[in-house]
């Protein structure tokens, strides 16, 4: 039962590098989300997809681009580093639930990666 | 543009004291209001949520209160203990649309023994 598994953990970077983050979930969720994390101001949406083959962008998407080949993967790509997205970026996925309750829209997080660039 | 400010920023408590953690939002379309809790080293996990058709839910320790004409629900954690000792965040989302979170920036409880 792994839920949502985040890849890499850990990374550091030189301005200009590129790389990409993978996030896998195995609960069959129709809904992703990549968020980063800073300190004092929360987690904040990067981008999203609603379904496989279909993304968007969320508060803070500039510097960033991703895929949904597949369902049950969702890849956040840095094509060039810059130092301000030194963060720990966050993937989680929820269910697609057609009747409103309190728990209609219960997000599932990732443990998180690390990046930092140098 | 910040939908949901969230205080005080931290916050520390004595075993067995209540912990309050408050929360304010901007839309007017966000119709659910959940409590997520976040350990070090972890990605945040829910904790408890409201629909704004009820006023306050409890679950064990922990209640939300929710005042829809205040724009303003709060997280109350009683008899709090080392255990809660964690960052919360608030968040809120709509049902339709795109439903992703929109998340306070978060309180980081220390619960002293």
């Known amino acids: 039962n792994a839920g949502v598994t985040q890849t890499p953990k850990f990374r550091v970077l030189k301005t200009g590098q590129s790389m990409t983050l993978l996030c896998a979930q195995d609960?069959?969720?129709?809904?992703m989300y990549w968020y980063r994390q800073d300190p004092g101001m929360g987690l904040r949406l990067i981008h999203y997809?609603?379904?496989?083959?279909?993304?968007a962008k969320g508060e803070v998407p500039d510097g960033y681009n991703v895929s949904r080949l597949k369902k049950q993967n969702f890849l956040l790509g840095l094509e060039s580093a810059a130092p301000s997205q030194t963060s720990v970026y966050f993937c989680?996925?929820?269910?697609?639930?057609?009747?409103?309750?309190?728990?209609?829209?219960?997000?599932?997080f990732g443990a998180g990666s690390r990046l930092t660039v140098l | 543009q910040q939908q949901v400010k969230q205080s005080p920023q931290s916050l520390i408590v004595q075993k067995g004291g209540i912990s309050i953690i408050n929360c304010a939002y901007e839309?007017?379309?966000?119709?659910?209001f959940p409590w997520y809790q976040q350990f070090p080293g972890k990605g945040p996990a829910l904790l408890i949520a409201?629909?704004?058709?009820?006023s306050e839910k409890k679950e064990g320790r922990f209640t939300i209160s929710f005042n829809k004409s205040a724009k303003q629900f709060s997280l109350h954690i009683m008899d709090s203990q080392p255990g809660d000792s964690a960052t919360y965040f608030c968040?809120?989302?709509?049902?339709?649309?795109?439903?992703?979170?929109?998340f306070g920036s978060g309180t980081r409880l220390q619960v002293q023994p």
């Open positions: 989680a996925s929820s269910l697609l639930r057609k009747k409103a309750g309190s728990e209609a829209n219960v997000l599932t």
């Open positions: 609960m069959n969720h129709e809904y």
């Open positions: 997809s609603v379904g496989e083959g279909t993304t």
């Open positions: 839309n007017t379309a966000f119709d659910y």
């Open positions: 409201i629909r704004p058709d009820v």
């Open positions: 968040a809120a989302s709509m049902s339709t649309g795109r439903r992703a979170l929109t």
